[in-house]
């Protein structure tokens, strides 16, 4: 699979922004799809997944703000991202695996295969 990450761009504090990755490949309805963001000089972090059943994980530090969603018919997976915070300024990344993922492997980087290049994301205070 490979994937598009858009959507990113500054925004102030409290504001939204939706994020989109686009896939191409016959098995992206199967796949198991996340965010992860990466801020400067930190390791890069699960934000969200969904599965292909519809069903989500989400961090802790983005539940109630940020909002994953699919859409198979058009390849593509959405991140709104309500409440900006500065803490939430990094690149965004998103990423695909194969099948389904049980919630213990779901959070880890180690579980995809296939990466986006990601989109910055700034939140100014």
């Known amino acids: 699979v490979q994937l598009q990450a858009s959507g990113g761009g500054l925004v102030q504090a409290g504001g939204s922004l939706r994020l989109s990755c686009a896939a191409s490949g016959r098995t992206f309805s199967r796949s198991t799809v996340a965010w992860f963001r990466q801020a400067a000089g930190k390791e890069r972090e699960f934000v969200a997944a969904i599965r292909s059943d519809g069903t989500t994980v989400s961090a802790d530090s983005v539940k109630g703000r940020f909002t994953i969603a699919r859409d198979n018919a058009k390849n593509t997976v959405y991140l709104q991202m309500n409440t900006l915070k500065p803490e939430d300024t990094a690149v965004f990344y998103c990423?695909?695996?194969?099948?389904?993922?049980?919630?213990?492997?779901?959070?880890?980087?180690?579980?995809?295969?296939?990466w986006g290049q990601g989109t910055q994301v700034t939140v100014s205070s």
């Open positions: 990423a695909a695996a194969g099948g389904r993922l049980i919630t213990s492997s779901v959070t880890r980087l180690s579980s995809y295969d296939d």
